[in-house]
């Protein structure tokens, strides 16, 4: 008898995990792109916390990546809070659309330093945007993680 094991994201960044219900935006604090968690990062390195292929990057700002994974559940990473807006290059994309990535690449390289300068704050989100076929899906509870290790969400 074959049983499925349960399958985990992994931390994308070290830091301290934060609901998602507590970013200051309302657009993830009320789910309304899907339910999923934050970490306030202690370094400038965002990480792929799954294998996958990337379904979209944001060619201008280069603060977000979407993946999809083999399961079909979909998740996007996305650096801080209204960066959309940056008219600056703070972010480095090292992927784009249609890459296959693997659990534990970097993804995002960004400048912090001039981020926090400019005011905007390095919170990054992941969001499910789509479970796909993914059971059972468990957003972990806070606290600190280690970013390619910290299982974040559970799921079979």
């Known amino acids: ?29 009320q789910k309304i792109m899907g ?4 970490i306030q990062p202690e370094g400038n390195t965002i990480y792929a916390p799954c294998d996958g292929k990337v379904t979209v990057t944001f060619d201008k700002t280069q603060h977000a990546v979407g993946i999809a994974m083999k399961n079909k559940m979909e998740i996007l990473l996305h650096v801080g809070l209204d960066t959309v807006n940056l008219q600056e290059e703070i972010f480095h994309t090292l992927v784009k659309s249609g890459d296959d990535v693997k659990q534990g690449q970097t993804l995002i390289t960004y400048n912090k330093e001039r981020l926090y300068e400019l005011g905007y704050s390095d919170v ?3 969001v499910i945007t789509d479970e796909g076929n993914a059971k059972n899906v468990e957003i972990l509870s806070n606290g600190t993680v280690k970013a390619k290790e910290t299982d974040i969400v559970k799921y079979k």
């Open 1 to 29: 008898m074959f049983f499925k094991k349960n399958t985990a994201l992994k931390a994308y960044a070290d830091g301290k995990m934060i609901p998602i219900t507590e970013v200051e935006d309302p657009v993830f604090s």
């Open 124 to 126: 990054t989100m992941c």
């Open 35 to 38: 339910d999923g968690l934050a």
